[in-house]
């Protein structure tokens, strides 16, 4: 069976080959811009010394607002790597100069270099820290305008924080700068001066980023856009291709072994691997002359086995609906195929079983209106609720006649149990704590609502549901892992935090923790494959900043 592996090597090879050389349109279009602002609107009082008279006074620095962006602040246009956006804020800085009511005024601070990028840094509410990139800082030297702007904050600060962060604090350490000391608007030399600190500046986003739309074309970029159009076309047509050949080759040779295998005693068992979990290659053994060839078994070592997945708690007779969304969508049981709007409607529908939903609110939330969509008809939209209740049961959705609208009873999602856990840990000591913990932690299967990329899922992100699973998981993996360290269980401290990274794979918290985690035990393959899965997920930076933590 090796001649037909290398031939499904060569044609897939050969395919991709194809398409991403006929991929050839511009990127940018593809860039979807998302924005957070917190209207922060706060004045903050800096001290600032000049140590060689000694004298101090005092700068107010009026901070306007703090954006969340994943367009790099300094104008560039360069989009923030996978999981991650800037943050930056906007802020003005007056002169430090004595109450105007003194005899004095007229003394002040100003025509300073603004501070230094290592004089801010970012705190999450998680207490993580991120340094601060400063860009297009202006000279003050020769300000005309130095009684109204000191120039201590002329500049552009931006941080890279994980696309999940919501709220947190900007501080800004004591540090130093060069300025200029005036005497009744006169100014004497550039001197050193020490600005004081530390200053702490809160910020809290909304949980859901807004998508700003790009705008229209002009007339100049009409001439592109033929040329961008072609492009497509020759994309879409080369993937087609690539895709026609692969699939044909696979069914030749899966009808191939389909007639050299044979039948199994028992069913195996599937099993959802991921880039988090590694196997081990497989080992070879010999087979008798006598016995029929079988598949190797894989072979997962003790050291890297995953926590054995604990099944959800056991439903009543009552309940025999289950949705799992933290992972691909799954409905057990199904009475009836699905299509994704019905599939949609079903899950919206079990994350909101509180209140009974109007089908007006159903239709809003699986077909929002854009400017280029059109709406669903009244009693196509019945439809689908019908199709919806013969998937799963007119006991489990009952109709709507004389009812005010829609509900599932009797269902239980995945989401649910894992939150139950999660207060039930609360009430109980460490042990039982952190082994319910866990086995919330087992209920992750990978990304939630892996696979189901339609627009009819668009609500998942819009209500911050997709958010709340990341940051809940991935917080709750960053605990467990913590607790297993401190009691010296680095295996389940591992399982722990793998169960993380798959909701959230380039969160740079749970990579620090895991880094930490195998650098104690001390494998050096597994270090190595360690740095293998980093290099796939993250910055090039964030992987140089990880192994700096494996010198120690």
């Not at 696979?250 to 068992?269: E, F, G, K, Q």
């Not at 890297?304 to 049981?333: H, I, K, N, W």
């Not at 009836?336 to 209140?355: E, K, M, N, Q």
Request: proline residues 8%; glycine residues 6%; neutral net charge.
């Amino acid at each position: 069976m090796r001649r037909p592996n290398r031939v499904l090597g060569f044609a897939t090879q050969t395919s991709l080959v194809v398409a991403l050389t006929a991929w050839c349109a511009p990127a940018d279009a593809a860039n979807v811009r998302m924005t957070a602002v917190d209207q922060i609107d706060q004045s903050y009082s800096i001290p600032i010394t000049n140590p060689a008279d000694h004298v101090t006074l005092t700068a107010v620095l009026v901070v306007s607002d703090a954006k969340l962006t994943n367009t790099r602040p300094d104008g560039s246009g360069v989009m923030a790597p996978k999981g991650k956006i800037y943050l930056t804020f906007e802020a003005t800085c007056g002169p430090a100069q004595v109450p105007h009511t003194s005899a004095a005024w007229g003394h002040f601070f100003s025509t300073m270099t603004p501070l230094p990028a290592a004089a801010l840094r970012y705190v999450s509410a998680s207490d993580r820290r991120y340094p601060a990139t400063r860009t297009d800082a202006i000279g003050q030297t020769n300000n005309n305008n130095g009684a109204s702007d000191n120039g201590l904050f002329d500049a552009t600060y931006y941080f890279t924080v994980p696309i999940t962060n919501r709220s947190g604090s900007i501080v800004i350490s004591p540090s130093r700068t060069v300025g200029t000391e005036f005497h009744g608007f006169v100014g004497q030399s550039l001197t050193a001066l020490v600005v004081g600190g530390p200053t702490t500046i809160p910020v809290t986003f909304p949980k859901e980023l807004t998508v700003m739309v790009p705008p229209a074309p002009s007339a100049d970029q009409s001439s592109s856009l033929s040329t961008t159009k072609y492009a497509l076309i020759v994309n879409l047509l080369s993937t087609l291709v690539s895709a026609v050949v692969v699939g044909w080759i696979y069914l030749v040779i899966r009808r191939r072994r389909r007639r050299h295998r044979p039948a199994p005693a028992s069913p195996p068992t599937p099993s959802a691997p991921s880039v988090f979990f590694i196997k081990e290659p497989r080992g070879e053994t010999a087979t008798p002359a006598s016995a029929a060839p079988a598949e190797p078994a894989v072979v997962v070592p003790a050291h890297v086995q995953t926590a054995p997945t604990v099944p959800a708690e056991p439903l009543s007779a009552s309940r025999a609906l289950r949705v799992d969304v933290m992972g691909p969508l799954v409905f057990t049981p199904l009475l009836a195929p699905a299509s994704d709007p019905v599939r949609s409607i079903l899950a919206f529908l079990a994350l909101h079983t509180d209140h009974i939903l109007t089908l007006e609110e159903i239709q809003n939330a699986v077909w929002p209106l854009t400017e280029g969509g059109t709406d669903i008809k009244r009693p196509a939209m019945r439809n689908y609720m019908v199709d919806a209740r013969r998937a799963v049961g007119e006991h489990h959705l009952p109709t709507a006649s004389g009812r005010a609208g829609y509900q599932l009873v009797d269902v239980e999602s995945d989401w649910e149990v894992f939150r139950r856990l999660c207060d039930r840990a609360r009430a109980l000591h460490k042990p039982d704590a952190t082994a319910r913990r866990r086995e919330a932690l087992a209920l992750v299967r990978g990304l939630p609502f892996a696979g189901d990329t339609s627009r009819y899922f668009a609500w998942a992100y819009s209500t911050s549901v997709v958010y709340q699973i990341v940051e809940d998981v991935t917080a709750l993996a960053h605990r467990v892992g913590t607790d297993l360290v401190l009691n010296g269980d680095l295996k389940g401290a591992e399982d722990a935090l793998r169960r993380g990274l798959l909701v959230d794979p380039a969160s740079l918290v749970l990579w620090e923790d895991l880094t930490d985690v195998v650098v104690q035990t001390g494998h050096a393959t597994r270090l190595a494959r360690h740095w293998q899965m980093a290099d796939l997920v993250l910055r090039n930076d964030d992987v140089v900043a990880l192994r700096a933590r494996e010198r120690g």
